[in-house]
């Protein structure tokens, strides 16, 4: 397939409509449209080192879940670390899809795989755009040893929490940065919110709020999303050859 039918697919299984208005997302950068695909690389992050390694193990593709471009470029300069960046790609042929809010709010995307993952039920959406999701897990539990279990279902390196005096039995949701989402929480009436980053601040008002915190880390509560682009690329093309590259650049000392 080429890069434009390839987008085309992706569009037609994350629509365009889900997308944020706030939010950038789609194709970041097309080298050639025409252009077949054999080779692709999913990452969550474009970070110079997968750019670097997807141009010498010679693939056509990236799809991340981070945009490449967020912010509007006033120009391309290889002294500003994102126009360096497509500056290499371009140059080598390589295209980048990313894929935001529209894979958050997805059915089977970022969220709901974060719900699965914790083993919930009856899971719906929540908060503004219903990007979150809220749903039970099978038995209550103490809020310690429910963090213990997101820190080894999502594998973080660090899992910290804020007691809200609740045992854990109605969760919320929300992959990656979910610090403006805690009202929303305890509007739909979680006992206990999970996100990759809610910050100090909000952890410490939100404590005398009545709800559980658990902070898991921003990579680790959305990394799961690269297996599902993974299985669209092997659906709409068996030829095409798809790796996951491991984009987490934060190291933590234990």
Excluded at 199 to 213: P, Q, T
Aim: glycine content about 8%; hydrophobic content about 40%.
């Amino acid at each position: 397939m080429t890069v434009k039918e390839l987008y085309a697919s992706f569009s037609e299984k994350i629509p365009e409509n889900l997308r944020e208005e706030w939010d950038n997302d789609g194709i970041m950068c097309c080298a050639d449209g025409t252009a077949e695909v054999y080779r692709a690389l999913v990452a969550l992050d474009v970070t110079e080192e997968i750019v670097d390694y997807a141009i010498e193990r010679g693939f056509d593709l990236i799809v991340s879940h981070h945009p490449l471009i967020f912010k509007p470029l006033s120009s391309i300069d290889e002294e500003n670390h994102i126009s360096r960046k497509l500056i290499k790609l371009l140059c080598s042929g390589i295209s980048v899809f990313s894929f935001h809010t529209r894979a958050d709010k997805l059915v089977g995307g970022v969220n709901d795989r974060l719900a699965d993952l914790f083993g919930m039920f009856d899971t719906r959406p929540f908060g503004e755009g219903d990007l979150g999701r809220i749903g039970t897990i099978d038995e209550p539990m103490e809020l310690q040893d429910f963090a213990y279990r997101v820190k080894q279902l999502t594998g973080s390196d660090v899992v910290r929490y804020v007691d809200g005096y609740n045992d854990v039995y109605t969760v919320a949701v929300v992959g990656g940065d979910g610090k403006g989402y805690v009202k929303a929480a305890i509007e739909a009436g979680a006992d206990t919110y999970v996100s990759g980053r809610i910050g100090y601040n909000v952890m410490e008002e939100a404590s005398e709020m009545g709800i559980n915190l658990i902070e898991a880390g921003h990579f680790f509560t959305e990394q799961h999303i690269t297996e599902f682009f993974r299985e669209l690329l092997i659906d709409f093309d068996p030829n095409i050859y798809v790796e996951i590259a491991d984009s987490n650049l934060i190291k933590t000392i234990s």
